[in-house]
């Protein structure tokens, strides 16, 4: 508050004598009648008085000149009755000093000046504090319309006007990261690898940005605290789902319960994805934070393991995996299983695992999905029933469905050609058709599968998918 301020109060209607500085802000207002009154005084009071002291034989000149001394901001003279003009002598040695004089009139108390100045002092020494609480209060709305620790950063870039992130442990960044940033380490509980990252040093932000950030961080740690400990509830969850699926043992309804409880539809499309990398504990994290609410993924016998939802086609997904997990500079392998319902995960993943392993031979890393294992013989060393059997009706899927519709007989023609060992006549003498007709289905079985009879590698693969469904 400054003197022009008290001087402008219209409840108070002082009448002003002397314009000295009134831009003066007011340390205090303060009734004194005693002699020399600046030993009292610390500067920068406005001094109210009655003229008391003029009984004892002081001087206005004397009293107005102490008070001077004493870098008061301003005097006010109380007309007290029958008194009721201020002495001349005072208005007089209040100009001589350039000092601000006032006159408070008789209705008014100067315990009200006192008021009006504690009144505003206190405004302004709550100002501060109703900014910190508004911080918060932000805050808390944001958190009350959505959790999460980019609504708190989103929150604190507004009230800073500077754009604000966290960092974790395993380098994963949330929000609007600066640059350059500065780390400002978070303190909560497991969270010595977290940190705020901020535009400029904490020490060069003004008073009311630092407040900001204060308020913000420990928002921050308790949401990255709630994130991690349902991320730890869901991983158990997610993993005792992987043993269910990759086991085979439990009821599928029970899968499905899991699935739903994850946020997962059990009837798909859903597709397995298996990572492998040199740090499968990072990439585990590193996959879920991409997958977000579209999958689940953990780390399990050395590797990552995800059901994610497939949106898109499982090339997109596998291609986005790689990229995005590759762009670290370190090598993966991403595979990629057949999209479908809870029944259907079992295979998914045992193809997914297999694509990991196929690709994990090639130095640069890669992905697969399982539309790429399309050769049974890479699935010798599985020696998995069913993953043989669902590889096999990716190849020969196309003519067993060209067979269900038209009613044709291209597999059974394409078993006995290979039977005879690729001789025409004496397949089409078993079939008791003519040679012609042979030729012509198999022609079209090339076709289908875009595989080529005259190849050795692609008859074995024929061979083995016919032999795989016999036994299916």
Known sequence: MTVDDLLRDPELALQVRVRGKVDRPIRWVHTIEVRAPGRFLRGGEVVLTAGVWRSAGITAEAFVADLADADVAAVGFGLVPPETEVPEEFIDAAREQGLTCFVVPVDIAFLQIVEAFVSTKRAEWERPLRRHLGQHDAIVAALRMRRGVETVLRTLSGQLGLPVAVRDGAGLVEGDAPEPNHPLPLVGEGLADAELLLPRPLEELDVEQHAAVVQAMPFIALEIERTRAVRATELRYAWELFEWVHGGTVAIDTVRTRLHSLGMPPDGPLAAV????????????RLGDLLATDGVAVQRDGEVVAFARIRGTEADLARRIHDALNNSGQIVHVGV???????????SLLQAGHAAEAMSSRPGGGWMTHEQLSSPTL?????????????????LGPVLDH???RGGD???SLTVFLDAGGRWQEAAQRLHVHINTLRHRMSRVEELTER??????DRVDLYLALRALRQS
Do not use: F, I
């Open 274 to 285: 298996v990572l492998r990398s040199a740090n499968p504990d990072v990439d585990s994290a």
């Open 337 to 347: 299983g057949k999209p479908g319902t809870a029944a259907e995960l079992r295979v």
């Open 379 to 395: 699935l010798l060393s599985v020696q998995d029933p069913e993953l043989l059997a669902a590889t096999s009706k990716t190849l």
């Open 403 to 405: 067979d269900e519709r």
């Open 410 to 412: 291209l597999l059974p």
């Open 452 to 457: 080529s009879l005259s190849r050795t590698s």
